[in-house]
């Protein structure tokens, strides 16, 4: 299994993003949980967002709640994250995770694969 994001840059505060992750080796079709987790300088690594249920089931951290969007495409077998209204706070290596073992979608040793992260700086 592969993930691939893209999509990272830096964008000005109250600016939108869109997150790519492109997965070879399983179909987010078939029901695998999916992911995104930040990492900012200095700080552990924290789940953003997770989508599940073939797209169905959402869950977002509070501190992006009503502004950033996880979605699915399986025609393409991506997984997007819509950030929205971004804040100096959302400046992080942003990372795709798929397969969730089990336990809580917001620990990341409960995933199985990992993206290599894309970098997000928010100014």
């Known amino acids: 299994v592969q993930l691939v994001e893209s999509g990272g840059g830096s964008v000005q505060t109250g600016g939108p993003l869109r997150l790519s992750c492109t997965a070879s080796?399983?179909?987010?079709?078939?029901?695998?949980?999916a992911g995104w987790f930040r990492q900012a300088p200095g700080k552990g690594r924290e789940g953003v967002a997770s989508?599940?249920?073939?797209?169905?089931?959402?869950n977002y951290a509070s501190s992006v709640r009503g502004r950033f969007t996880i979605s699915q495409d399986n025609a393409k077998n991506t997984i997007y994250l819509q950030m929205n209204d971004l804040k100096p706070e959302d400046t992080a290596t942003y990372y795709c995770?798929?397969?969730?073992?089990?336990?809580?979608?917001?620990?990341?040793?409960?995933?199985?694969?990992w993206g290599q992260g894309t970098q997000v700086t928010v100014s």
């Open positions: 995770a798929a397969g969730l073992r089990g336990g809580s979608w917001t620990q990341g040793y409960n995933w199985v694969w």
């Open positions: 080796g399983y179909r987010h079709s078939s029901g695998v949980c």
């Open positions: 989508i599940r249920d073939g797209g169905t089931t959402t």
